[in-house]
């Protein structure tokens, strides 16, 4: 089992930065792939940013170039640095993390707000 507990969310206004951070606890040694979803109001939720074992990172295009994952192995932790941020951005973000194959374990975060203002 995995607990992944997201903090950082907050009301910042257009074009002002936040930090999310996803601590996870337990069977961390598992875990082969970190991600960040996020899902507004009536929409589905998507996919963000992802950050696999290798390091090799992926991003949506909406968030391209003002995003940025990263991973502290050693403090369990992968972050979320968010620039630039637009009211599109307003969503609960959630912290996402799988085991690796081929027993592949999902788990969730309860997630987190963000709220950017125009």
């Known amino acids: 089992q995995v607990q992944l507990v997201e903090s950082g969310g907050g009301l910042v206004q257009a074009g002002g930065s936040l930090r999310l951070s996803c601590a996870a606890s337990?069977?961390?040694?598992?875990?082969?792939?970190m991600a960040w979803y996020r899902q507004a109001p009536g929409k589905q939720r998507e996919l963000v940013a992802v950050?696999?074992?290798?390091?090799?990172?992926d991003y949506a295009d909406s968030v391209k170039g003002r995003f940025t994952i990263s991973r502290d192995i050693a403090k369990n932790t992968v972050l979320l640095q968010m620039n630039s941020l637009k009211p599109e951005d307003t969503a609960v973000y959630y912290c996402?993390?799988?085991?690796?194959?081929?027993?592949?374990?999902?788990?969730w975060g309860k997630g987190t707000l963000v709220t950017v203002s125009s």
């Open positions: 950050i696999r074992s290798g390091g090799n990172t």
């Open positions: 996402y993390s799988a085991t690796a194959p081929p027993a592949v374990m999902n788990y």
């Open positions: 337990g069977n961390i040694f598992s875990i082969s792939t």
